[in-house]
């Protein structure tokens, strides 16, 4: 558990961060949330938002964290979590369970998610295929 005296207190505002490009996937955007910095690198929380319409998607990954959750805020994105295609729609919270394999493949020019793992410095890694992936829907 976190103790007090290991984290800052912060408070984020819009106008306060931009979304940038130069995070895990440069199809997406990213607004940091100060999260890292207030914790030490313990937490990172930020904002994702679509930048270009899906073409291969992110490929089959795990991750290498302790605790990750996706809250849909906007839109939709689907999902392969292992041999399970999962449609992750506005409202919904998915908890990435350590070392699952997975590969997001498909989204709507909308989709906004807000993404918390921890660490913050956690790593992706390719994996081998798991199952056949379908293809993206078109952006008109």
């Known amino acids: 558990m976190l103790k007090s005296a290991d984290t ?3 408070h984020v505002k819009p106008a306060d961060s931009e979304y940038v490009s130069g995070g895990l996937r440069d ?6 949330l100060g999260i890292a910095a207030a914790t030490h690198g313990k937490v990172i929380a930020h904002l994702v938002k679509a930048n270009v319409a899906p073409q291969k998607g992110t490929g089959w990954h795990r991750h290498e964290a ?3 959750i ?5 839109g939709w994105a689907r999902f392969m979590y292992e041999d399970q295609e999962t449609l992750v729609s506005a409202g919904d919270c998915v908890h990435q369970r350590p070392g699952i394999r997975h590969y997001l ?4 020019p909308d989709m906004e998610y807000l993404e918390i793992v921890s660490p913050a410095d956690f790593k ?5 295929p ?8 078109p952006w008109n």
């Open 8 to 10: 800052l207190f912060s």
């Open 27 to 32: 199809f997406f955007l990213y607004r940091d």
């Open 66 to 68: 302790d605790f990750q």
């Open 70 to 74: 996706v809250i849909m805020l906007k």
């Open 105 to 108: 493949f498909d989204y709507s």
């Open 124 to 128: 992706s890694v390719d994996v081998d």
């Open 130 to 137: 798991v199952c056949a992936i379908p293809d993206p829907t």
